[in-house]
């Protein structure tokens, strides 16, 4: 009988903003952050922005992650970026031991984007499991 009352009162606008606010609590998105950490994925795994945008990663799960950058995966005159202020892919995997550059849960790390072109990044912990993502970056 409650919800006859509020659709009464409230009408169909009232059940068309609240379906949506559920729609978004429960999609598995990022809550904090461009892009999310699940136990073993970057959600989503690929995005796009803009030349001069900043991306931030924010840790979901309960696991630590790393956001290290492909050397390979950094196009042509783009500085490398990984949590932990790392300079190379080399450095990072070296300094990995699950404190050094990593992302509790409820952490975040952000990088801004200068360059155009198309960044790969992975997880150090879970590359092997397929966390690996994409930044695409337009001009």
């Known amino acids: 009988m409650r919800r006859r009352r509020v659709l009464a ?26 892009v999310g950490m699940t136990s073993e994925a970057f959600v989503p795994a690929s995005i796009t922005v803009r030349v001069g945008d900043e991306v931030v990663w924010y840790n979901n799960s309960a696991r630590a992650h790393s956001v290290t950058a492909y050397e ?3 196009p042509e005159g783009a500085d490398y970026w990984a949590s932990g202020g790392y300079d190379s892919e080399d450095a990072a995997r070296e300094a990995w031991d699950g404190l050094n550059g990593a992302l509790e849960s409820n952490e975040a790390y952000s990088h801004r984007f200068e360059t155009p072109g198309e960044y790969s990044y992975f997880c150090i912990p879970h590359e092997r499991a397929g966390m690996i993502g994409t930044v695409v970056v337009e001009e």
Do not use: E, L, Q, R
Not at 9 to 27: D, Y
């Open 72 to 74: 390979s995966g950094v």
């Open 9 to 34: 009162t409230f009408g169909a606008g009232f059940v068309a903003a609240s379906a949506g606010c559920a729609a978004v609590g429960s999609s598995g998105g990022t809550t904090k952050g461009d």
